[in-house]
């Protein structure tokens, strides 16, 4: 081995190192919800809160979907309702917004009114619980944002759903 060949292992581990470097800093890291606390966010998280542009949403959509055309939470979706509600009061969450879902199934002005019910249902259901009514606010979207294709059945129940969303500032 040569003087002049031993200096290139040592240039190709710096220089795959700059790039780790460089390439770990152009990812892009969600930034903290503003205006909750750490202790309210890592709370939020384990219930299974995710970020969104908005906060954190609660979209566990296997526990709060509904049937065809209904509006009443069942059984274990009103225990799931309950346990976050119970969650939003103890952690002193200032602003939550429920937003309703269908699917394609009917008229648009049917399921815009059909999707505020199921706001309005889960809403009850954390006041219920214990959150303050002047911090719950819904909105019925009707069927505008699918998270599923609406041409199979397993794609509709997907759709018939409510998001529960922490609002930061």
Do not use: Y
């Amino acid at each position: 081995m040569t003087a002049t060949t031993r200096p290139l292992p040592l240039l190709q581990g710096l220089l795959l190192t700059l790039l780790c470097l460089l390439a770990a800093a152009c990812q892009s890291v969600a930034p903290a919800p503003q205006g909750l606390t750490s202790a309210q966010i890592e709370g939020l998280r384990l219930e299974g809160f995710q970020d969104s542009a908005e906060g954190l949403e609660f979209t566990a959509s296997d526990r709060l979907l509904f049937g065809s055309d209904e509006a009443a939470l069942a059984a274990g979706a009103r225990d799931a309702v309950a346990r976050i509600g119970h969650l939003l009061a103890t952690l002193d969450i200032p602003r939550i917004r429920i937003d309703g879902h269908t699917d394609n199934t009917g008229s648009a002005a049917h399921n815009l009114s059909l999707s505020q019910r199921r706001a309005d249902a889960v809403a009850a259901a954390l006041i219920e619980a214990g959150v303050p009514a002047t911090r719950v606010h819904t909105r019925g979207l009707g069927s505008t944002l699918p998270v599923a294709a609406n041409d199979t059945p397993g794609g509709r129940q997907q759709n018939r759903r409510v998001v529960i969303v922490v609002l930061s500032d």
